[in-house]
């Protein structure tokens, strides 16, 4: 799943359960491990491991973070927006990251480039994030996000006013 796929999960999800919740948080949340992973696995490691699902795509990282943001008493959404990521990246198909560091390092991954091309614009990835556009969208609109004064308060606070509260 790429970027849309995950946002719109995450986001969806986690307002209908807490109204309260700070958005930005769980948008920056549920894609945590790929602004780690991609960067640093890709590009930073790029000769030793050129994976970009690595630390952060395991079990025990999310675990960690886990903690920290029930001891930091952040809501439990915030929590779920981080394993939101792992579900829909379907982390159980990858034991050998899920599962580190009980597998060892990360060795090189090579990959050609037409394997590099499906990987990225899989059926999985592109339905799932053709999907999550059209849910963003629908969202935004929902919430009339469209218009910039209700955008910038979006912005400032992370929560989403009614549709219905017009504004000043
Ligand atoms: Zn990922």
Redesign the pocket.
């Known amino acids: 799943m790429l970027v849309f796929g995950h946002v719109a999960a995450a986001t969806v999800t986690c307002h209908a359960l807490d109204r309260q919740a700070d958005l930005r948080w769980v948008v920056f949340l549920t894609l945590l491990?790929?602004m780690i992973?991609k960067p640093f696995g890709l590009i930073i490691f790029s000769e030793t491991i050129n994976n970009g699902?690595v630390w952060f795509?395991s079990l025990l990282v999310n675990l960690l973070l886990s903690i920290i943001l029930l001891l930091w008493r952040k809501p439990l959404v915030y929590v779920l927006s981080l394993w939101f990521?792992q579900l829909c990246?379907r982390m159980w198909m990858r034991p050998w990251v899920a599962l580190w560091p009980l597998t060892g390092r990360f060795g090189y991954r090579d990959m050609a480039i037409d394997e590099w091309v499906y990987n990225v614009l899989n059926p999985y990835n592109v339905i799932s994030d053709v999907i999550g556009l059209a849910v963003l969208l629908k969202f935004a609109t929902h919430y009339r996000l469209f218009r910039w004064d209700r955008l910038i308060r979006w912005l400032r606070t992370g929560t989403l006013e009614s549709p219905l509260l017009s504004s000043k």
């Open positions: 491990a790929d992973d699902r795509h990521h990246d």
